[in-house]
């Protein structure tokens, strides 16, 4: 991930465990981007790291979705064939996927779907 999706991703996720404290641990980066020896990926795609997840993860139903995944883009950043890939799978499976350029996407978009909860458990 680019440094200014990082340090942007950085600033939404402060905002929601501060917004949010009860569901802080159910909203979580996955680690696919950045460098690594040859062994290193190895051992990840072992593990299960695969390419195209979105860069966050919230573990909460809503009404409608199963869970949101949430892509960091700059706002000239484009998808990946792997991410366009993964977004129709998880899309598939009741999943919302949403890509976000600014912080302020990510909390409307949050905000939104929080707004039509499930049995959210507190």
């Known amino acids: 991930m680019r440094h200014i999706e990082s340090r942007m991703q950085t600033v939404c996720v ?10 802080a641990n159910l909203l979580f980066a996955v680690p696919n981007g950045g460098r690594r020896t ?6 990840m795609k072992g593990e299960g790291v ?3 997840v979105s860069d966050l993860l ?3 139903p809503n009404k409608d ?5 949430i892509e960091m883009k700059t706002s000239t950043g484009r998808q990946s064939p792997n991410q366009k890939k993964w977004q129709a799978c998880v899309e598939k499976q009741g999943y919302k996927y949403i890509v976000c350029r600014s912080c302020e996407a990510f909390r409307e978009e949050v905000c939104a ?7 959210i458990k507190r």
Not at 38 to 43: G, N, S, T
Not at 65 to 69: E, F, K, P, R
Not at 113 to 119: Q, R, T, V
């Open 14 to 23: 402060q905002w929601f465990r501060l917004m949010f404290p009860y569901l």
């Open 38 to 43: 040859a062994i290193e990926a190895k051992i």
């Open 113 to 119: 779907y929080l707004s039509k909860p499930a049995n």
């Open 65 to 69: 979705y199963h869970g949101l995944a």
């Open 50 to 52: 695969t390419a195209g």
């Open 58 to 60: 919230l573990l909460v």
